[in-house]
T-cell receptor
Framework: DAGITQSPRHKVTETGTPVTLRCHQT?????MYWYRQDPGHGLRLIHY???????DKGEVSDGYSVSRSKTEDFLLTLESATSSQTSVYFC?????????????FGAGTRLSVL | AQKVTQAQTEISVVEKEDVTLDCVYE???????LFWYKQPPSGELVFLIR??????QNEISGRYSWNFQKSTSSFNFTITASQVVDSAVYFC??????????????FGGGTRVLVKP
């Protein structure tokens, strides 16, 4: 257990509404990541963080923003949700030292945008 | 740009058969890491193995084995004597070895394995 909690686990929302997903970790890992999983695409990186207030874009960042004000929390915000953002969202953590760059994933958040 | 291709979208086998999952990757980096993850029907992602680009030794862990061939840019995964509990989606992934930027993973599309009793 890598001590990662995602909330909420399920959410249904309407197009145009803002949505925030939370990833909380208990083990003080430096790196945190947000991915989305869609059929046929595997997982794709949305945003990642390499420290408090240090974030950068991933492959599919359009329409998403993130914040990391504390080591333990990494928030993903959909400013105005669209149906194309219906997906399963996974948070991951890693230490990224040479011997420890394995990513461990949270349980996922299933988001439906109607 | 990095790319991972898992050409097999779904494989169906009968219990006790062996099954091999193919993974082909593309990268310009000389140092990189390859991973396999398992996603059972419950949905979580479970880490199985990490291999760095300098280590081409094959690895065996119980009924699981991995064959890394740099010459063909492949990192294939074999389940020997499959069991129903092996039914899952398996993902191959690739990351650079750039510590300052973290190790962003590029995933393949996944292969769904269905093991029938």
């Amino acid at each position: 257990d890598a001590g990662i909690t995602q909330s909420p686990r399920h959410k249904v929302t309407e197009t145009g509404t803002p949505v925030t997903l939370r990833c909380h970790q208990t083990e003080n890992h430096r790196y945190m990541y947000w991915y989305r999983q869609d059929p046929g695409h595997g997982l794709r990186l949305i945003h990642y963080s390499y420290g408090v207030k240090d974030t950068d874009k991933g492959e599919v960042s359009d329409g998403y923003s993130v914040s990391r004000s504390k080591t333990e929390d990494f928030l993903l915000t959909l400013e105005s949700a669209t149906s194309s953002q219906t997906s399963v969202y996974f948070c991951a953590i890693s230490e990224s030292k040479a011997a420890k760059n394995i990513q461990y994933f949270g349980a996922g958040t299933r988001l439906s945008v109607l | 740009a990095q790319k991972v291709t898992q050409a097999q979208t779904e494989i169906s086998v009968v219990e006790k058969e062996d099954v091999t999952l193919d993974c082909v990757y593309e990268t310009r980096d000389t140092t990189y890491y390859l991973f396999w993850y398992k996603q059972p029907p419950s949905g979580e992602l479970v880490f199985l193995i990490r291999r760095n680009s300098f280590d081409e030794q094959n690895e065996i862990s119980g009924r699981y084995s991995w064959n890394f061939q740099k010459s063909t840019s492949s990192f294939n995964f074999t389940i020997t004597a499959s069991q129903v509990v092996d039914s899952a989606v398996y993902f191959c992934a690739l990351s650079e070895a750039v510590e300052a930027a973290g190790n962003k993973l590029t995933f393949g599309g996944g292969t769904r394995v269905l093991v029938k009793p």
